[in-house]
């Protein structure tokens, strides 16, 4: 065999090295970073008066997720004035401060604006806004949804806070998200304050197709705190043989009475 020139060995290692760069890409592409948090309307419930957000938004920034729920989310309304000196899209806010996307889907007006859902996300092919239902009356709520693609996939994922109140508006709700959700026929994650807890009807009406991210990694820690209660009422859920559970994370920080959860998610490829 006759010597290769030198030109050709180095274009050889050239397109090696290339090929080899880009499905180590490919392969990290395939994870998803996901953050889910009740905000307490952008104020310290902890210290009254004092707005969280720049606080919030240095933690997102050190997380570094792909996307953010957010509940309790203000969005110009006169409570806002009242923390801001002016009023405020916090959804907005937190976008310009992490260098993200943001949506806000409205859930109900309050206090001369909005009240509702919040998302995040580095790069999103859509937002949507899907109204929930509340057959015994109460407070109206909302989901925020998003799409993104993820290697050849597209990923729908959502973020929504259930009510608060009464349990059959809660089951109702859960029962429009699943439809929603499992309507898409794709690989979908959704998240958020939910209101119940693992022991109540309403968890148990989440069929065997979604995965309890805090299930899977057997972390059933708190993720609500008061001075009289505590429970694990926030959630990640992921539809089953989609996702490979990578980290599941409840991050203790006094910025809320909710702690925000992290969660790292592999996609699995046929």
């Not at 801001?84 to 899209?89: D, E, F, P, S, W």
Request: glycine share 6%.
């Amino acid at each position: 065999m006759k010597n290769q020139p030198p030109y050709f060995i180095n274009l050889f290692l050239i397109f090696f090295f290339t090929v080899g760069f880009s499905l180590s890409l490919m392969a990290q592409d395939q994870s998803l970073r996901i953050l889910t948090y009740n905000i307490y309307h952008g104020e310290n419930p902890y210290a009254p008066g004092k707005t969280n957000l720049d606080s919030i938004a240095k933690l997102i920034k050190e997380l570094n997720p792909d996307i953010v729920a957010l509940q309790e989310v203000d969005s110009m309304t006169g409570r806002s004035e009242s923390l801001y000196g002016r009023k405020v899209n916090l959804v907005d806010e937190l976008a310009q401060k992490t260098g993200m996307k943001g949506f806000f889907a409205k859930a109900m007006d309050y206090s001369q604006g909005g009240y509702g859902e919040g998302l995040l996300v580095k790069n999103s092919m859509q937002f949507l806004r899907q109204p929930l239902p509340i057959p015994v009356g109460g407070e109206p709520r909302a989901a925020a949804w998003t799409s993104i693609e993820l290697g050849n996939q597209t990923i729908w994922m959502g973020g929504t806070h259930l009510c608060h109140q009464f349990e059959a508006n809660r089951s109702a709700q859960v029962q429009s998200i699943l439809d929603f959700a499992e309507s898409k026929n794709t690989p979908t994650i959704w998240m958020g304050d939910l209101n119940f807890s693992p022991q109540n009807n309403e968890y148990q009406l989440i069929n065997d197709k979604w995965q309890d991210a805090a299930k899977i990694a057997d972390n059933e820690s708190p993720t609500y705190q008061s001075s009289s209660e505590e429970g694990r009422i926030d959630y990640v859920w992921f539809s089953k043989n989609h996702f490979e559970l990578v980290r599941y994370e409840v991050i203790h920080v006094p910025y809320s009475d909710h702690f925000p959860i992290l969660v790292e998610l592999k996609l699995i490829t046929p």
